[in-house]
């Protein structure tokens, strides 16, 4: 009993813990949590800074269309065959759809040399 009450009597006993637990709890958020969502942050913004006239993209609001003009904060885009034409900021752009399917191509010719480069031996 008087060892139980000396360690709740003396406020320094597991401080040295908590500030340890607390000090691997914030690497752990930001390992987790932060750090991925700036690397997509990232991505992001060099797809829309790579755009260029012809690209087929997709807002983030679901309209589809190709890129007729690029200017430094927005694009227009033709979205029919009517030739609908609409001014977007360039931060509504949620995917480049060329770039997506330009990707995919590499991507199975990547694997169909490396399935033929397995046959071979």
């Known amino acids: 009993m ?11 006993t597991g401080t040295g813990g908590m500030l340890i637990m607390m000090i691997a709890l914030l690497a752990v958020f930001y ?3 932060i ?6 942050k990232k991505e992001a913004q060099a797809m829309r ?14 309209v589809i269309g190709d890129i ?3 200017k ?14 609409v001014e977007f900021a360039k931060f509504a752009v ?3 759809n060329t770039a ?8 199975a010719a990547a694997l169909a040399a490396r399935k033929e480069k397995k046959e071979k031996k």
């Open 100 to 107: 997506e399917k330009e990707a995919a191509k590499q991507k």
């Open 31 to 33: 390992f987790f949590m």
């Open 72 to 85: 430094d904060e927005s694009i227009v885009i033709e979205t029919s065959a009517d030739r609908v034409r």
């Open 68 to 70: 007729v003009s690029v």
């Open 35 to 40: 750090r991925p969502e700036n690397k997509r």
């Open 49 to 62: 800074n790579a755009l260029k006239v012809g690209d087929n993209i997709t807002t983030i609001g679901g």
């Open 94 to 96: 949620s995917t480049n």
């Open 2 to 12: 008087y060892l139980y009450l000396t360690s709740a009597a003396d406020p320094t």
